[in-house]
């Protein structure tokens, strides 16, 4: 199904859903970390609290990064859709999978990578 779009002389057309968007943008983001050296661990880990797109290591860090994917800025930047309350999902589900695999005392971050068409940003300690 397509979606067609009118904003500021131009015509936006997506033939994705929200799911196939949340998808293309993890794998992309998966693909830019590991170019850059990172283990991925798992990605969409799932559990009650909510889900983290990514988690990865580098630098004895174990990284949970959320990924947000947006054709353009019409509805804001991708990185403002990381709100507070996704904020403390994240962190929450991370707990249990510090729990999980037992990483107690081993350093964390959480990133936000943030794709905006061609545009990758990567948003380290983002909260």
Do not use: W
């Amino acid at each position: 199904m397509a979606c067609a779009i009118y904003t500021e002389g131009v015509l936006h057309i997506s033939f994705m859903n929200n799911k196939e968007k949340g998808h293309r943008g993890e794998v992309i983001a998966k693909r830019y970390l590991q170019l850059r050296l990172y283990r991925i661990l798992e990605t969409n880990y799932a559990r009650k609290t909510g889900e983290i797109d990514i988690i990865a290591r580098k630098g004895g860090y174990t990284v949970f990064t959320e990924v947000k994917y947006r054709n353009s800025d019409v509805k804001g930047l991708p990185r403002e859709a990381v709100t507070p309350f996704k904020q403390r999902q994240i962190k929450r589900t991370a707990m249990l999978y510090i729990m999980e695999n037992h990483l107690d005392g081993s350093p964390i971050r959480f990133d936000v990578i943030e794709i905006l068409g061609k545009d990758i940003r990567h948003i380290k300690n983002a909260f």
